[in-house]
């Protein structure tokens, strides 16, 4: 699949740590080219990542695929995290054999846990890569890869790596979480709030409300990125018609479809099939 133009992108590795707390309010989810590893060092949030909802913890890690629609809530009060962004090509061959499934490892999501024990050791590390991100000299990019793969190989040592959700989200999450699965596998229909609503057992307008509260995107935002997702994949895996596509995916006006097409990918969809 070749790359569509970046929301976000990184031209290697970058690393950030900041303290959020509950005012802190994201300008909205986005998606970027690069991969993200984010870590919470202090405090809780609740990350949105796809169809999934997590509330996160003190040595939580979790793996943002390229291109996966994540949005990051701090409910819980303050919040003190990490993020690394890194591109495929910046984990050396060798390390990604050593991660859980080898090099499948990146293929998707991931959450991952640092015992108590390990934390400090992690966190040195995202002190170093932090600091070597406000330096940034000619030697800063090599340091900061090196620095990574140290992290990695160290997660793949001492880490607990999830492959099921978190039992601990509340129930009315759950159901949010439910509503988001129903959408990705009707997302080709002309759903309605009514219709998701009707699938979780809430009313439309607490299912809109709801899920916006918990998400932090808007229900019909949700559906249409769904749908421009599948959309994406198929004008590079297809040569079937704009239009066909298009209609095939759930919307049933083109020129919406190109519209919100150019809007998140900031490409028109012709143009993004020949990329």
């Known amino acids: 699949m070749p790359p569509p133009v970046p929301t976000h992108g990184t031209d290697g590795v970058h690393a950030e740590t900041r303290l959020r707390d509950q005012h802190f309010v994201m300008k909205g989810h986005h998606c970027h080219t690069c991969y993200e590893l984010f870590y919470v060092e202090s405090g809780d949030c609740r990350f949105l990542i796809d169809e999934h909802i997590f509330d996160l913890h003190p040595g939580d890690f979790i793996l943002v695929p390229p291109m996966a629609l994540h949005y990051t809530r701090y409910v819980f009060g303050s919040c003190r995290r990490t993020v690394i962004l890194f591109r495929a090509e910046d984990v050396w061959e060798e390390v990604g054999q050593l991660m859980p499934n080898g090099a499948r490892f990146f293929a998707e999501?991931?959450?991952?846990?640092?015992?108590?024990?390990?934390?400090?050791?992690?966190?040195?590390?995202?002190?170093?890569?932090?600091?070597e991100e406000k330096i940034r000299d000619a030697r800063s990019p090599v340091l900061l890869k090196t620095q990574l793969q140290t992290l990695l190989l160290l997660c793949s040592r001492v880490c607990n790596f999830l492959f099921e959700p978190p039992a601990d989200i509340h129930t009315t999450d759950r159901q949010i979480q439910q509503a988001a699965h129903y959408i990705c596998q009707y997302y080709m229909e002309p759903?309605?709030?009514a219709d998701v609503a009707r699938a979780v057992g809430f009313s439309p307008n607490y299912m809109?409300?709801?899920?916006?509260?918990?998400?932090g995107i808007g229900l019909h935002e949700y559906i249409v990125f769904v749908r421009l997702q599948h959309a994406a994949q198929e004008l590079i895996s297809t040569s079937d018609s704009i239009t066909t596509i298009a209609l095939r995916c759930?919307?049933?006006?083109?020129?919406?479809f190109k519209d919100s097409f150019k809007k998140k990918y900031g490409v028109t969809p012709r143009k993004y099939r020949k990329i």
């Not at 809109?208 to 998400?215: I, L, Y």
């Not at 759930?250 to 919406?256: H, L, Q, V």
């Open 109 to 131: 999501t991931a959450l991952f846990q640092a015992p108590p024990a390990y934390r400090g050791q992690v966190g040195d590390i995202l002190k170093e890569m932090a600091a």
């Open 191 to 193: 759903l309605t709030s």
């Open 208 to 215: 809109s409300r709801k899920f916006r509260a918990v998400t």
């Open 250 to 256: 759930g919307f049933s006006d083109s020129n919406y």
